[in-house]
Nanobody, 127 residues
């Protein structure tokens, strides 16, 4: 199984960026997907998650209204559209996959639920 994240980089505050994560070696529709991030000196925390069909999504409070998670099951890809970026969004962003053996809405934010992780992509927001 491999999760490859793309799209990080440097952006000014107020700008936008879209991250992509393509999965291989698994049946994509058997997995809920999520984005986590880890800022320097901090723990890795969930940003957003999406249920296997794409119908249900969840967001951490700090990104609600600014970020949108989506997926294209035909392309085995999950996206994170990030708008109105702030310097505090600076972090390494990771995509993660959880096999759907339990309901998506239970502990969707818990790192321990996720079975596979991508390599991370750096997002830096300058002020």
């Amino acid at each position: 199984v491999q999760l490859q994240a793309f799209g990080g980089g440097l952006v000014q505050a107020g700008g936008s960026m879209r991250l992509s994560c393509t999965a291989s070696g698994l049946t994509f529709t058997n997995y809920h997907m999520a984005w986590f991030r880890q800022a320097p000196g901090r723990e890795r925390d969930v940003v957003a998650a999406i249920e296997w069909s794409g119908v249900i999504t969840r967001y951490t409070d700090s990104v609600k209204g600014r970020f949108t998670i989506s997926r294209d099951n035909a392309k085995n890809t999950v996206y994170l559209q990030m708008n109105s970026l702030k310097p505090e969004d600076t972090a390494v962003y990771y995509c993660a996959a959880e096999i759907r053996t339990s309901p998506f809405t239970i502990y969707w934010y818990a790192e321990r639920k996720y079975d596979y992780w991508g390599q991370g992509t750096q997002v830096t927001v300058s002020s």
